[in-house]
């Protein structure tokens, strides 16, 4: 993939992530627990794929993303620890949402996979930005 597509793409990745966050909070004011949990998972999700996306990777599996976020920014350092609970919290509740049977999400949980995929979108912006930005000055350097 070449620098313009994945800054791009990343861009687009994480637009849809804080649009996913928009519908999470919709779904839980109208009351939609389970749709909010999921939603709040994608958002993280998409964050997520922003990130990898640019270092050019990408996977359909949601498991392979997962594992390569945490091998290259959460176990070097690049971001907290807290992350990965915040992942690991919301895959879970993501799962039982879809999947359990007679799983029922609280408000409370509802409210609360909101909170971390807003800590989790938060945490990543200003890397994300500062990354773009350096790409794009590469990109624009290579035009001239």
């Known amino acids: 993939m070449d620098t313009r597509r994945g800054v791009d793409l990343s861009k687009y ?41 640019l270092n050019g990777f990408n996977a359909s599996k949601h498991s392979s993303i997962i594992s390569y976020f945490r091998k290259n920014y959460i176990k070097t350092k690049i971001f907290d620890d807290t992350l990965s609970d915040i992942i690991c919290t919301a895959f879970e509740v993501r799962t039982e949402a879809d999947y359990g049977e007679f799983y029922t999400v609280s408000n409370e949980e509802a409210q609360k996979q909101i909170d971390n995929a807003k800590i989790f979108l938060d945490t990543i912006r200003p890397y994300l930005e500062k990354c773009w930005a350096e790409m794009e000055e590469k990109i624009n350097e290579r035009n001239i």
């Open 13 to 53: 990745r994480f637009e849809r992530a804080e649009e996913t966050l928009n519908a999470a909070i919709n779904n839980l004011d109208n009351g939609f627990n389970n749709e909010s949990a999921t939603r709040s998972y994608y958002a993280i999700f998409y964050g997520m794929v922003a990130v990898t996306l």
